[in-house]
């Protein structure tokens, strides 16, 4: 099946420093790539998708300037946090979308990073 | 506007069976998409319907009535490893996925 893998899988940072994580597709080519926060019991939320060789499409309210998108290659994205603060510990999440015609649009998810800013 | 709703947490006993609904407003529609999500890590995927009906997979099942903007997860010979979020996803006509908040549910020996 399908393998996404995020690194690293929990990073702790002060306040003020940027963090960089990767997401990486294993064994297929993603199109697209999505980043997701969630928070403690709370569901979901998009951030952003990006598309290869192209800048990412920020959802409102996600400042784009603050959590930079890189999606180099098809395998590759990266999402960096900026000056990060407090309120920006969460659990990021990424997924990719496969580019293989017929694919029902699933997206496969890495594991997930666990951000804590000190 | 777009909206997903599914209730927020249920509770069901070890070996029975319970049923997780979902209802959905999204512009367009290009299938719905069951997740589950134990804590701490990401979601891991269930079904997909795209079609109106039953799809049967072991002891989990989804439903789907597009007239009705309805889905619904079945879940028998709940065990106790079944305990997680249960996500509902629309993907809406620009194939991006509209969100539920998630169904907790907790299983009881």
């Keep these: 099946g399908a393998v996404v893998s995020q690194h690293p899988s ?3 940072c002060k306040s003020g420093t940027s963090v960089k994580i990767e997401c990486r597709s294993l064994d297929f080519q993603a199109t697209t790539m999505f980043w997701y926060r969630q928070f403690p019991k709370q569901s979901l939320m998009l951030m952003a998708t990006s598309n290869e060789g192209s800048k990412a499409t920020y959802e409102q309210g996600v400042e784009k300037d603050k959590f930079l998108i890189n999606h180099a290659s098809l395998t590759l994205s990266t999402l960096t946090v900026t000056s990060a603060h407090p309120e920006d510990s969460s659990f990021y999440i990424c997924s990719a979308r496969s580019s293989t015609s017929g694919d029902i649009y699933e997206q496969y998810f890495g ?5 804590t800013v000190t | 506007g777009q909206n997903i709703d599914q209730p927020t947490e249920m509770t069901a006993t070890e070996g029975a069976i319970v ?4 209802t ?3 512009s367009g529609f290009n299938g ?3 997740y589950q999500q134990h804590a701490g890590e990401a979601p891991t995927f269930l079904s997909y319907n795209v079609l ?5 997979k072991g002891r989990f099942s989804s439903f789907l009535s597009r007239s009705k903007g309805y889905s619904y997860l079945l879940l028998k010979e709940l065990q106790m490893k079944d305990s997680a979020s249960y996500l509902c996803a629309a993907l809406d006509s620009n194939y991006q996925l509209i969100w539920g908040a998630g169904t907790k549910l907790i299983i009881k020996p």
Aim: hydrophobic share 35%; with cysteine; charged share 20%.
């Design chain 1, 10 to 12: 929990r990073v702790i």
């Design chain 1, 111 to 115: 594991p997930g990073t666990r951000l």
């Design chain 2, 19 to 22: 049923q997780i609904n979902c």
């Design chain 2, 24 to 26: 959905y407003q999204t």
């Design chain 2, 32 to 34: 719905l998409f069951w």
């Design chain 2, 52 to 56: 109106d009906g039953l799809e049967e």
